[in-house]
């Protein structure tokens, strides 16, 4: 999963200064941040009806286009997806604590 995201992010931020009439990325990032934050939004309204319509396929697809686009935000902020990552294993070592701690009935 981290191989996946890590190559597709690199190839994203190789592709933003490509010429826009061969590449999506360059495309989306020359039409500028609100554009892609627009479509992310998108993507996550389509995501949430293929899940209450109980598609699973769709949302396999959905979500596939939800990562691309929200590591297309994020490559537009300068954010890297590590930095993402890294929050989510510190929020899981946080959550982990606290579950000790309750287990230990403390
Ligand atoms: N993973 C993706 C990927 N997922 C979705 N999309 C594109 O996202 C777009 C979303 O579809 P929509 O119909 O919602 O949007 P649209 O009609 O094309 O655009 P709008 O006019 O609505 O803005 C489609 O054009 C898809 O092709 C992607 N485009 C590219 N990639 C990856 O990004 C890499 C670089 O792509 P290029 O920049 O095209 O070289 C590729 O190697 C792929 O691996």
Do not use: C, W
């Not at 598609?55 to 939800?66: C, F, K, V």
């Not at 606290?98 to 403390?106: P, Q």
């Amino acid at each position: 999963m981290r191989a996946t995201l890590f190559n597709l992010e690199r190839t994203i931020r190789q592709r933003r200064q490509a010429d826009p009439d061969q590449s999506y990325v360059a495309k989306l990032t020359a039409r500028g941040r609100g554009k892609i934050a627009q479509k992310l939004g998108e993507e996550a309204v389509e995501m949430v009806i293929a899940a209450m319509a109980a598609d699973r396929e769709g949302a396999i697809g959905e979500s596939a286009d939800l990562l691309f686009h929200l590591l297309v935000l994020l490559a537009d902020l300068d954010i890297a997806l590590d930095e993402v990552l890294d929050e989510l294993d510190r929020r899981e070592g946080v959550s982990g604590i606290a579950e000790k701690a309750s287990r230990k009935g403390d």
